[in-house]
């Protein structure tokens, strides 16, 4: 079950059921069923509760005989007999009980001649009917309010209908189930559709799925597949586009560079700062061009990891190979592994390009003499924890996703030399997302911005 099935379910069940009560307890008020007595016998407006049982018992009593009658009686629950009599023709109730005062004066009115009779009398109202049984005995079905004037509708309204109510509201639930299943099964259909194109499948499709519907929901089925059917070709030429440009770019860019180092060969010095100046704008984009064909262009893709790493000798790799750089800037690189063998799945050496980016992006943004933290620990029992610390100026609260973003650049005007071309973090992303791993971003309280990388382990068994 669903959110939304049951939303649906419980809403027409329950609609349904006040439908059916409502209905009921409109018939029951204003004795609207097929047994109505004929013509006015209530003698005047809306029956009282206790006269409505009269009548009822009346209509049942008059085609019984007198040890039917008694039977019946002492079958009723309390709360009915407590307001029901029936005395014979000697002014006894057929189960013996004493009469209350209210029954005794009213008894006398009731005859014959005289069928129908009610009265008031130390506080209570009774009603009264004369009738002859099917065996010839002629009693007196006389029914009183409560003592306290508490109306004994709503009991005798549950007792007279509870059987048909109970089987309405059962037949109702049955059908608002089905009802319910059927209308929510498309959306339900559509919501799992659409939660695959976001994780980056565009091949998914409904419409065999929801085959033989002609309502909105089919239609909806139809045009949400030729959707995903323009998003999948705009993907895949957007693809193919990059990835063609990009190699179309380096055939030139690599025939520029020879033809700058000729240059150079033979400038004689005269103009090698506008050399220079070319030189460092090609390499530039040459960057640019390898992080394009290196970045995945969805990070919900799937990667095959068949080869497995240990972080704890990249970390370590890595810590030696920027040491000498880092010592320059006055820079400690400070490891703490409390991991012997991190083994994780790896596609490549792809892992490898994450953490390089990492951990220079953080020796370049830390200030000077300060030291760099690069921490392995596990994150849980299926995870491991990377997480590289520096001190430098950390980043704005509202930008530390952003930063993730392909050339997001946190401050447009610096330098290009000092800073990338903003690929670098994105790149880390979305191969640490094809890992079935994560990256985020936080801020120091003590100043600086701490990267933390969360990789699954190798399954060794």
Partial sequence: MTRLYLRIFIS??????????????????????????LGNSYHSGIPTPEMRLMHDVVRQAINSDMKEIRLALQSLPPWATRHLYIVDYTDRDILDRPL??????????????????????????????YITLEDGNIVKVITLTHPDGRNIFWQLFFNAVWPTLLVSILISGTACFFVAKHMSRGLITLKKATRQIAGGDLSVRVAPKLKGRLDEIGVLGTDFDHMTERLEKAMLEQK????????????????????????????????????????????????????????????NETWELNDTLDLRSLLETLIANYTSEAGNKGVKLAFKGCVADALVPTHGNTLIGVFDNVLRNALHYTSPNTPIDIILGNEDDRHYRVQIVDRGAGVPEQNLNDIFQPFYRLDEARDRRSGGHGLGLAIAQRTVALHNGSISASNNPEGGLTVTIILRKADLD
């Fill in 100 to 129: 209350p005062i209210t029954v005794q004066n009213l008894l006398p009115g009731i005859s014959h001649n005289h069928p129908f009779h009610k009265r008031k009398s130390h506080g209570r109202f009774a009603f009264g009917r």
């Fill in 240 to 299: 193919r586009l990059i990835k063609d440009v990009s190699h179309e770019l380096r055939s030139p860019l690599a025939r520029l560079q020879v033809a700058l180092a000729l240059a150079q060969k033979r400038s004689n010095g005269d103009v090698d700062q506008e050399l220079n100046r070319i030189k460092e704008a090609a390499e530039y984009l040459n960057g640019i061009i390898s992080d394009i064909l290196s970045l995945p262009l969805n990070e």
């Fill in 12 to 37: 027409f069940w329950l609609i349904t059921i006040m439908m059916i009560v409502g209905t009921s307890l409109v018939v029951h008020w204003f004795d609207l069923g097929t047994n109505k007595p």
